[in-house]
T-cell receptor, first 112, second 113 residues
Framework: QKEVEQDPGPLSVPEGAIVSLNCTYS??????FMWYRQYSRKGPELLMY????GNKEDGRFTAQVDKSSKYISLFIRDSQPSDSATYLC????????????FGEGTQLTVNP | DSGVTQTPKHLITATGQRVTLRCSPR?????VYWYQQSLDQGLQFLIQ???????AKGNILERFSAQQFPDLHSELNLSSLELGDSALYFC????????????FGPGTRLLVL
């Protein structure tokens, strides 16, 4: 079983839709949770970085962590065609040290 | 632009050969991480260096090695290349070796024929 599970999609939505991306993780020692965006196999770009359970908002993006259920989510409001990319969740902490453990990535397409 | 640079951008080579990938971290960052991204394995951690010393190892093959130099740039050496080594190789950097944000470079795309 992978330490971080993520539905690879693909996910296709119309412009303006609310997008929900989700991951589950198995290691309760993970303490830090990130979402990266990756365009066409380019370098992953950090979107959100959170610690502990709760919500964190940045513009149209909201990251949500529920440590009790080991569930992390990213919501994108008013999605735009420029949001079309692969979204990767990642975890950090515990015995894994500072390395990042990634989910498989979800490929998102926002149609104009 | 994350501030992390990687060279070369693309590399095409043959099986059995050896290549060196280079990474320059963001100014002020002491930690360098190497990750491999393949279609079937996703993004996987290979190895971490902090201020010139190896700090952590992941699923890195014995044919692969890395080092970090006094100017903090890092090199990943891949030898006896196999077809399955074809992948994107990313370098990331962070200020310390603690749990904190990592910034990724643009990657090196390696194709082994």
């Amino acid at each position: 079983q992978k330490e971080v599970e993520q539905d690879p999609g693909p996910l296709s939505v119309p412009e303006g839709a609310i997008v929900s991306l989700n991951c589950t993780y198995s290691n309760s020692a993970f303490q830090y949770f990130m979402w990266y965006r990756q365009y066409s196999r380019k370098g992953p770009e950090l979107l959100m970085y959170t610690y502990s359970s709760g919500n964190k908002e940045d513009g149209r993006f909201t990251a949500q962590v529920d440590k009790s259920s080991k569930y992390i989510s990213l919501f994108i409001r008013d999605s735009q065609p420029s949001d079309s990319a692969t979204y990767l969740c990642a975890t950090q902490g515990g015995t894994s040290g500072s390395r990042l453990t990634f989910g498989e990535g979800t490929q998102l397409t926002v149609n104009p | 632009d994350s501030g992390v640079t990687q060279t070369p951008k693309h590399l095409i080579t043959a099986t059995g050969q050896r290549v060196t990938l280079r990474c320059s971290p963001r100014s002020g960052d002491l930690s360098v991480y190497w990750y491999q991204q393949s279609l079937d394995q996703g993004l996987q951690f290979l190895i971490q260096y902090y201020n010139g010393e190896e700090r952590a190892k992941g699923n890195i093959l014995e044919r692969f090695s890395a080092q970090q130099f006094p100017d903090l740039h890092s090199e990943l050496n891949l030898s006896s290349l196999e077809l399955g080594d074809s992948a994107l190789y990313f370098c990331a950097s962070s200020v310390t070796s603690a749990w904190e944000t990592q910034y990724f470079g643009p990657g090196t795309r390696l194709l082994v024929l």
